[in-house]
């Protein structure tokens, strides 16, 4: 952090009292919007009491965050996960802690994890991470750094994907636990606002390791999409994720009422009633009935099968769906006239 911060108050020095007092923060555009952000999360979604714990890598976005939400809610507890990637990981870690301290945070816990398991390291390392979050938050929500242009790459992935509405909606301002106060900001507004305190971010060097197919997204894909579109790309990516998540939302509630008719009767699903309704509706009630019937991952190809037994049906047999105990599959089956699971060995 520098020493001299001209026009501004002095910037924060680390400190490791657990009872330091929130500094003040200057009334510039981006401390502003960022307060303003906050305060309007908090009041949506936390109206009675403002006690948040905040996700803290040391990077500007959760470092802005931290400092608005100190700012803003009645108690904040930072959580700092340290993922030993890195040599000088810990020191990184404390020096976020610290910081989070000096910014009026009531605690600032230090999180070390194994990031091993399948998926890659990206996914690896993000399951260690949500779990140590979720296991420390002390039943608060936690607020995490993500911005508009986080949000814009989100959807991008979820393009590539292929797998339907549901994976472009992007992330959600609250899905609990996890609150997103900063979906509306740009990842500049966040640089200004710790610039603006003197505050120095971490910048953590897989941000820009070209192997990571986030990483490329942001650093060449956006880029291209913004003096393609005029600077547009990533407000209107960002844009397209909130309506279709309204529209997500409110289909979810029509498949919901489908399943409750659906199953109606017997076991299973009536053929009968899902046929009746939209396709779009019919198969977000069979998706949301396989879950809940214990099936691990529903794929876009699963659907479509399963959906021929319903409105395709010429006496094929079973579709294989993931899940079961060792040893065995789930199949779904159709029997007279109902969707049924059953279990087959092999």
């Known amino acids: 952090m520098k020493n001299e911060t001209k026009g501004r108050p002095d910037p924060v020095a680390p400190s490791h009292s657990a009872t330091a007092r929130p500094i003040l923060l200057p009334e510039t555009p981006a401390v502003l919007t960022l307060r303003h952000a906050v305060r309007d999360w908090l009041t949506r979604f936390r ?22 939400a100190v700012a803003e ?3 904040v507890d930072a959580l700092v996960v340290d993922h030993r990637l890195q040599a000088g990981s810990d020191e990184v870690a404390a020096t976020a802690a610290a910081t989070a301290r ?13 990031v091993e398991g399948p998926g890659g390291m ?9 779990g140590a979050l979720d296991h420390a938050r002390n039943e608060f929500p936690v607020l995490l750094g993500h911005t508009l242009d986080d949000q814009a790459e989100t959807v991008l992935l979820g393009l590539g994907r292929g797998s339907g509405a549901r994976s472009i909606q992007g992330m959600a301002p609250f899905d609990e636990p996890w609150g997103r106060p900063l979906l509306h900001i740009r990842r500049e507004t966040t640089r200004q606002f710790c610039a603006d305190l003197g505050l120095a971010p971490y910048e953590d060097p897989h941000n820009l390791s070209p192997e990571f197919t986030r990483v490329r997204l942001r650093t060449e894909v956006l880029p291209l999409l913004e003096d393609v579109l005029g600077g547009r790309a990533a407000a209107a990516l960002a844009r397209t994720a ?14 919901a009422e489908l399943l409750v008719r659906a199953e109606f009767g017997g076991m299973g699903l009536s053929c009968v009633v899902l046929a009746d309704a939209a396709a779009a509706v019919r198969r977000r009630a069979v998706r949301a009935w396989l879950l809940a019937c214990g099936v691990r991952v529903v794929t876009g190809a ?3 099968a399963v959906d021929d037994l319903v409105v395709a049906w010429h006496g094929q047999g079973g579709v294989a ?10 199949v779904v089956v159709r029997e007279h006239g109902r969707l049924t699971l059953a279990r087959a060995t092999g």
């Open 47 to 68: 109206p009675a009491e403002s006690k948040v714990a905040v996700a803290l890598s040391g990077g500007a976005d959760s470092l802005a965050l931290t400092a608005a």
């Open 73 to 75: 809610a009645a108690t």
């Open 102 to 114: 000096a910014l009026g945070c009531r605690s600032a816990r230090i999180l070390p994890v194994d």
């Open 122 to 130: 990206e996914a690896a390392a993000r399951t260690a991470r949500y």
């Open 242 to 255: 909130e309506l279709l998540r309204e529209d997500n939302t409110a289909l979810d509630e029509f498949a």
């Open 302 to 304: 699963h659907l479509r």
């Open 321 to 330: 769906v993931s899940g079961g105990e060792r040893g065995t599959r789930l």
